[in-house]
């Protein structure tokens, strides 16, 4: 076991307790954005005090990577933070999202924003960040990777 607690937080799971009015990433609309941001906000909160409580807190979630970097900073400044951005190939990220079974919606539904992220979450990645391919990787090879040498 890497750690004596560890606490895993998906910004996608606390959106889906919208139980009225949940506006979803695809059309993206102002509403949509507006959920986000309070679902990143609130994330923040939870990983606050589970990492108070002396919890690793690992946080998963798919969003351009600027705007993740300002969301940090608002709301975890000051706190010691691992910023890794996971970017496998094309051909296995759309391979991996035609064999989830953890959404409630059809896979093809995300088929177009995985190709624009693809390709544009390539394209602005903010200092500090670490950027893994991990395309070939197995889920204990890539948390190898990144997990800190201290914790929390």
């Known amino acids: ?5 560890g606490f895993h937080l998906a910004v996608d799971d606390l959106r889906t ?3 009225q009015g949940l ?13 986000f941001q309070i679902a990143e906000a609130a994330t923040c ?7 108070d409580a002396g919890f690793a807190v690992a946080v998963d979630h798919c969003r351009n990577l600027p705007i993740l970097e300002r969301t940090i900073n608002e709301n975890l400044g000051g706190r010691k933070v691992i910023k ?10 759309l391979h991996r999202n ?16 995985i190709k624009w992220t693809n390709t544009n979450y390539r394209k602005e ?4 960040w670490q950027v893994i391919d991990n395309t ?11 997990r800190p040498r201290e914790c929390p």
């Open 1 to 5: 076991m890497e750690f004596d607690y």
């Open 17 to 19: 307790w919208v139980v």
């Open 23 to 35: 506006s979803e990433s695809v059309p993206w609309t102002e509403e949509t954005e507006r959920q």
């Open 45 to 51: 909160d939870i990983a606050k005090r589970y990492q």
């Open 84 to 93: 890794v951005c996971l970017m496998p190939d094309l051909a296995t990220n």
């Open 98 to 113: 035609q064999t989830r079974t953890n959404k409630l919606f059809a896979p093809e539904f995300l088929v177009e924003t």
């Open 125 to 128: 990645v903010p200092n500090g």
């Open 136 to 146: 070939h990787l197995t889920v204990e090879e890539t948390v190898s990777l990144i």
